[in-house]
């Protein structure tokens, strides 16, 4: 279980750092989906069941997708992945500070 619970808090910092540096908004959408998942799991690991499916269902049932509608709205069609790079070195500092 203490291995499940670093597993969620490393995705969720992944997660994170997902969100912070990819300029792209398509996959900072993906970041915040993968931080809103870990941090259920987090409070599923806590016991608290009912308040992490309402959290998860209120996360993804309106707030995802209100940014994913106006992401379509005003985003740019031709979209880069030039964050992938500062995402490698966001976990390379982030494990380096774990170890």
């Given at each position: 279980m203490t291995y499940f619970v670093?597993?969620?808090g490393l995705c969720f910092v992944l997660g994170v750092l997902a969100v912070?540096?990819?300029p792209s908004p398509y996959s900072e959408e993906v970041?915040?989906?993968l931080a809103s998942v870990a941090g259920c799991g987090w409070l599923l690991s806590l016991g608290v069941s009912?308040?992490?499916l309402v959290l998860f269902m209120v996360y993804l049932?309106?707030?995802s997708m209100?940014?994913?509608y106006t992401l379509s709205l005003v985003a740019d069609p031709f979209q880069?992945?030039?964050g992938i790079c500062c995402y490698g070195v966001g976990v390379v500092l982030v494990l380096?500070?774990?170890y």
């Amino acid at each position: 279980m203490t291995y499940f619970v670093l597993f969620l808090g490393l995705c969720f910092v992944l997660g994170v750092l997902a969100v912070a540096s990819n300029p792209s908004p398509y996959s900072e959408e993906v970041g915040l989906v993968l931080a809103s998942v870990a941090g259920c799991g987090w409070l599923l690991s806590l016991g608290v069941s009912f308040m992490s499916l309402v959290l998860f269902m209120v996360y993804l049932g309106g707030m995802s997708m209100d940014y994913v509608y106006t992401l379509s709205l005003v985003a740019d069609p031709f979209q880069t992945l030039g964050g992938i790079c500062c995402y490698g070195v966001g976990v390379v500092l982030v494990l380096g500070e774990v170890y």
